[in-house]
């Protein structure tokens, strides 16, 4: 779709939409429905929710479960488009996500077996009632909480030792020591009773209640990184050390991949509901900015428009306008700035939700602040580790334990040991490939023409020799000797340019094929600063959602009719 005769992106989208509505009147695609189109994940939590050890032949049947998910994912890839390019774009990355997550859960993994979660209960505990007998304390000697109310009186217990009350004590005195005598007494009494504290514990399938395993089915499915549970992936950061010290004996092989003194990715972490809200709430308003300013920008360039080879926009200086390098360096850094900070926002809105609005009093343990770590590691994965560093520790992980179930379940490694370099480049040319067919799916499913093949799996397809080649020329200057004498600055110098130089080369497949799809069209925010203080679009004002998310759409038929997006 050629944007470059278009006075406006709003002249764009109406194009786009008059084309799209003449598709589907024509029976050319259909639109994505809810509930009809999210069958394989209700498949998924019934398949999970019934108990395995009571009907085995489940287990038998799980191949024939995943090829129906696979062949009915492929028919929504194949006919669903949206009317917002974007959408359309989530489509096939959503549908695609979906088979390989529940090929993890289904045919990689045994969880009703394997998996475990962290949950917490009240234990109660009886304290021993004879002072004398407690730990750090002799014979009539006061508790902590007894030299607490001893203090309150107006006599001490020193000042009349060996005395009787009756000879030495004044009545007010003799009142004021019958107050903190009685109060002692109070304190023998409730310490000697029950007392409840919170304990945290391993928590398998329920097998007898349904509500209970229900809710572990759906932790389970929504918990794509494994927070929580004992399969979490490796390099975030762990439940708070107390709650680790109440687990380790619990599952020994989580414990070691979880070891708190383990260097992991640079997440953040927070232990408090309070400084969790607080970081949340603090990045969702810089965000919120971010992606005003970033889409006003973006909204002057043809380049966003569906046109990515459209020169470049008049608003830059002119020693960028002409240089071709510097042009394509400013849009690829726009992309990968509007990307993160979309992402980001998204992912930010959970512990928002759960655990600001509904909060452990509703949720339990799943709205702690601990289960919450950033989705982005620290940058300086790449200076320590260039492009491997960029992909495996500071970007997002959310796809990582299903790229990586395959190889786990072709190849286990249950002691943890270090794999071989072949075996390791093996495991990332698999991630690689799947996450290139995973935006590749999402590239298929936009409405517009793009490239599927030679742009989105292209890009992924060439990161793993991008690796291949960093570490092969690193262990050529290991041998040669440079690196022994080399500056530690500027060998984390090197591994900065040459992550930054192979993405310059290789990311315009991945991003022009998106620019492609109209993903930029999308309006990331539903009031616009930028725009209503008159650096967007002329004419548009500070509204910017003047559309429905969602309608119901009436088919012919019952299957046909649903909400769609």
Not at 55 to 61: D, R, S
Not at 81 to 110: D, E, H, K, Q, T
Not at 261 to 288: E, K, P
Request: with cysteine; charged share 15%; net charge positive.
């Amino acid at each position: 779709m050629d944007a470059s005769t278009s006075p406006s992106h709003i002249a764009v989208l109406s194009r786009y939409q008059e084309q799209f509505e003449k598709g589907l009147s024509n029976g050319e695609f259909d639109p994505l429905l809810y509930p009809r189109d999210g069958l394989v994940a209700y498949i998924l939590i019934i398949f999970l929710l019934v108990p395995h050890h009571k009907i085995p032949f489940l287990g038998f049947i799980r191949w024939q479960v995943f090829a129906f998910a696979v062949c009915f994912q492929a028919n929504v890839i194949r006919r669903c488009r949206s009317s917002g390019p974007a959408i359309g774009y989530l489509i096939g990355i959503v549908s695609a996500f979906s088979l390989m997550w529940a090929a993890l859960l289904i045919v990689f993994s045994n969880p009703q077996r394997d998996f475990k979660r962290i949950q917490k209960r009240k234990k109660v505990s009886n304290a021993d009632p004879a002072p004398k007998a407690r730990a750090g304390h002799g014979d009539g000697a006061l508790t902590p909480s007894e030299h607490a109310f001893s203090r309150e009186g107006s006599t001490s217990r020193t000042k009349y030792a060996g005395s009787s009350a009756s000879e030495e004590r004044s009545p007010s005195a003799r009142g004021a020591f019958d107050n903190a005598k009685g109060q002692v007494e109070l304190t023998r009494k409730l310490d000697s009773e029950p007392a409840t504290r919170d304990e945290y514990f391993w928590q398998a399938c329920p097998s007898e209640s349904v509500i209970q395993r229900l809710g572990w089915v759906l932790d389970l499915v929504t918990n794509v990184r494994g927070i929580g549970w004992n399969w979490q992936i490796l390099g975030l950061p762990g439940p708070p050390p107390d709650v680790y010290e109440q687990l380790r004996k619990g599952d020994e092989a989580w414990a070691r991949r979880n070891d708190p003194s383990a260097a992991g990715m640079g997440n953040d972490v927070y232990w408090t509901r309070g400084d969790l809200l607080r970081y949340s709430v603090r990045h969702f308003l810089v965000n919120y900015l971010l992606l005003d300013l970033s889409k006003a920008a973006m909204m002057k360039d043809l380049h966003f428009w569906m046109s990515p080879d459209s020169e470049a926009p008049a608003y830059l200086p002119h020693i960028i306008r002409e240089s071709y390098a510097a042009t394509r360096a400013y849009r690829l850094l726009l992309s990968l700035l509007m990307i993160s900070v979309a992402l980001q926002q998204i992912f930010i809105m959970g512990p928002i939700f759960f655990v600001g609005i509904l909060g452990p009093s509703v949720l339990g343990v799943q709205a702690e602040a601990w289960r919450y770590p950033s989705f982005w590691g620290s940058y300086t994965n790449v200076f320590d580790r260039a492009l491997l560093g960029w992909w495996g520790g500071w970007w997002h992980q959310t796809f990582r334990a299903s790229f990586g179930a395959p190889i786990a379940w072709l190849f286990p490694n249950p002691d943890g040991k270090k794999s071989s370099p072949g075996a390791r480049l093996l495991q990332l040319t698999m991630a690689f490939m799947m996450s290139g067919v995973l935006h590749a799916c999402g590239s298929y499913a936009a409405f517009p023409p793009t490239r599927p093949l030679r742009g989105s799996l292209l890009f992924f397809a060439l990161q793993p020799l991008g690796i291949a080649l960093h570490l092969a020329g690193t262990s050529l200057l290991r041998q040669l000797g440079p690196t022994s004498w080399c500056p530690l600055w500027i060998r984390r110098m090197s591994n900065f340019i040459y992550t930054h130089a192979w993405l310059y080369c290789t990311a315009p497949l991945l991003l022009d094929d998106m620019s492609r799809a109209g993903v930029w069209l999308f309006e990331p925010v539903p009031v616009s600063l930028m725009q209503g203080l008159g650096f967007g679009v002329e004419g548009e004002g500070w509204w910017r959602w003047k559309f429905p998310w969602a309608h119901w759409h009436q088919g012919q038929h019952w299957w046909d009719s649903g909400l769609t997006f």
